[in-house]
């Protein structure tokens, strides 16, 4: 994925495609993969602000540009909101197991 063009090369967006699951062998575990994951949300929603801001203040930025930043991130979010809904309903489930 190309950055988005008018944004800092440290605003980069993180590709889609690496938020897949690594192999066994790499030893990540599943609460690291969760933990990259929403940093890398976290680092969408930040570039998506900066895209706003730059807008607004007349930076030198393209709207359309703007736009998929601020779509990307709302994407991105609203996928890790519904997998930590997911986590929660599978814990829930665990704890009215009757042992």
């Known amino acids: 994925m190309t950055p988005i063009q008018g944004i800092q090369a440290s605003t980069q967006l993180p590709a889609i495609g690496s938020l897949q699951p690594q192999p066994a062998e790499s030893g990540l575990s599943f609460k690291d993969f ?3 994951s929403i940093r890398q949300v976290n680092s969408m929603q930040q570039a998506a602000d900066q895209a706003v801001e730059k ?3 007349g930076g030198d930025i393209n709207p359309a540009e703007v736009l998929t930043a601020v779509q990307k991130a709302d994407i991105a979010f609203r996928l890790m909101l ?3 809904n997911k986590i ?3 814990y829930e ?3 009215a197991i009757r042992v």
Do not use: D, G, N, Y
């Open 34 to 36: 969760l933990l990259e």
């Open 93 to 95: 489930e665990i704890q």
């Open 88 to 90: 929660i309903q599978a």
């Open 82 to 84: 519904q997998v930590r």
């Open 55 to 57: 807008l607004a203040t």
